[in-house]
């Protein structure tokens, strides 16, 4: 009963995730396109305006330089989607991975880990890699953002190592998404919205806005906006092992979320119409050569293995968590409906066995059944 429940707690959390999401994610999109097709106003106080339409109607946006010369009685904010966004991926990080963390997150091959350690090493990831961050933002060198870019890339490659030293390959993905929403909550949380509180302060004194504010809350934005898709394709990544169950999968990451924030770049750039082709091109590049550096070696074929040789091995290793009644502690069904409790449903996951199982080697999760080199080279002897 408690799998179960466990079970609908984790799709109600990851469904407020996306949906929260979704919404956060969307803003930032809009607001970063809006500010990048800004037309020059008539009007000196605006610092530029533009007119659209959507659903029916049309729409002008118009925005000031600092602050309009009187408040408006209604301000509208936008704030509770990053944080709900951050809320629900923890609960998400707290149900999925430190209410079990033998499944998903222990690999005994990389590091020994008793649970509390785990989790304790996680959490602090998240609270460490905010603190570094905002300190490099703070820093000197924040006032300079390509030598700020090229310290939060050295950064990010060292956390992406680190973590694949620690966690198992997906653990580590995970957590590495995990750091980097944190920080765009917590630049939202403690940097954008005490900006623009200072901002609607500043009016309401009569006092001149300072427009740091400003420029410290686009710098954020900013990092932000190119943060989104290695975020996402951390969220994803769990279902694809060929991206973490590697030796090299740290590197993986890390291009990866080069890939995406390129991509990002490039879509940034092309909305204030002067677009390099490099950025996308070079981004594209690293996402042919991941794809290549992953694809599977073709090995001296191997005499054939039957079905009753392999049998053995599926009922020791696999079938605890994959069958119609999973004996592991903490599931209530087979994850993601692979069961491998009778000969036609083995037969059928044959690619996904040789794929999860000696390919990528991210089955068992942390091989938490304990299947031998030489197993896995049976399991690959039968899958050809």
């Not at 809009?30 to 339409?53: M, S, V």
């Not at 010369?69 to 430190?98: C, D, N, R």
Request: hydrophobic share 50%; aromatic share 10%.
């Amino acid at each position: 009963m408690e799998a179960y429940l466990l079970d609908w707690l984790t799709l109600i959390a990851r469904w407020a995730h996306i949906v929260v999401g979704i919404a956060w994610i969307g803003a930032s999109f809009y607001f970063i396109w809006l500010d990048n097709h800004l037309e020059p106003a008539r009007d000196p106080a605006f610092a530029g305006e533009l007119y659209a339409i959507h659903g029916g109607g049309f729409y002008r946006a118009q925005k000031y330089g600092l602050a309009p010369g009187e408040l408006p009685q209604t301000l509208h904010w936008f704030k509770w989607e990053a944080y709900w966004t951050w809320i629900t991926g923890f609960a998400l990080l707290v149900l999925v991975y430190y209410v079990n963390p033998a499944l998903y997150l222990i690999d005994p091959a990389v590091m020994k880990l008793s649970p509390g350690a785990a989790i304790g090493i996680g959490l602090g990831g998240l609270v460490v890699g905010l603190v570094i961050y905002e300190g490099l933002c703070r820093s000197p060198l924040g006032k300079n953002d390509a030598a700020l870019s090229v310290a939060l890339l050295v950064l990010l490659a060292a956390t992406a190592w680190g973590l694949t030293q620690v966690f198992s390959g997906r653990g580590a993905f995970l957590h590495f998404g995990a750091i980097l929403g944190t920080i765009m909550a917590g630049n939202v949380a403690h940097v954008i919205i005490p900006g623009q509180r200072e901002l609607v302060r500043a009016k309401q004194q009569g006092r001149e806005p300072d427009p740091k504010y400003g420029i410290q809350g686009k710098q954020r934005s900013v990092h932000n906006t190119y943060f989104t898709l290695p975020v996402i394709f951390t969220m994803i990544s769990g279902h694809h092992a060929m991206t973490f169950g590697g030796r090299w999968n740290w590197l993986v990451l890390v291009a990866m979320a080069l890939a995406g924030a390129l991509v990002r770049l490039w879509f940034v750039q092309r909305h204030k119409g002067n677009a390099p082709a490099w950025t996308l091109a070079l981004g594209v590049i690293v996402l042919a050569a991941v794809v290549v550096m992953l694809a599977p070696v073709q090995r001296i074929a191997f005499q054939s293995v039957k079905f009753d040789e392999i049998r053995p091995v599926i009922d020791a290793r696999c079938v605890s968590c994959h069958a119609e009644k999973p004996s592991l502690s903490g599931l209530a069904e087979a994850p993601k409906g692979v069961k491998l409790d009778t000969p036609e449903r083995i037969e059928a996951q044959r690619v996904t066995i040789r794929q999860q199982t000696v390919l990528s080697r991210a089955m068992p999760p942390g091989n938490l059944t304990g299947m031998t080199d030489e197993e896995r080279t049976l399991l690959d002897r039968w899958t050809r």
